[in-house]
């Protein structure tokens, strides 16, 4: 499993999930999951939140 950076509040008008080494990953108001891949990462996000998110444009 690989350890995700998901965003609480909305950039670029997204919610988004980022690498963990993401250079435009944010520095404040994230939690983190644990996934197999990026598009897991995002179910997972989903799930947790209600909200629909976005790969980061950089890590996608």
């Known amino acids: 499993m690989i350890k995700f950076i998901v965003n ?3 950039d ?3 919610y988004q999930v ?4 993401c250079s435009n990953r944010p ?3 994230f939690f983190y ?3 197999q891949n990026l598009d897991s990462a995002i179910k997972k ?3 947790l939140t209600g909200n629909k ?3 980061c444009k950089v890590c996608k």
Not at 18 to 21: A, E, K, S
């Open 18 to 21: 980022h690498n963990l080494g």
């Open 53 to 55: 998110y976005y790969p």
């Open 45 to 47: 996000a989903e799930q």
């Open 27 to 29: 520095l404040s108001n």
């Open 33 to 35: 999951v644990e996934a």
């Open 8 to 10: 609480r509040e909305k």
């Open 12 to 14: 670029d008008d997204k």
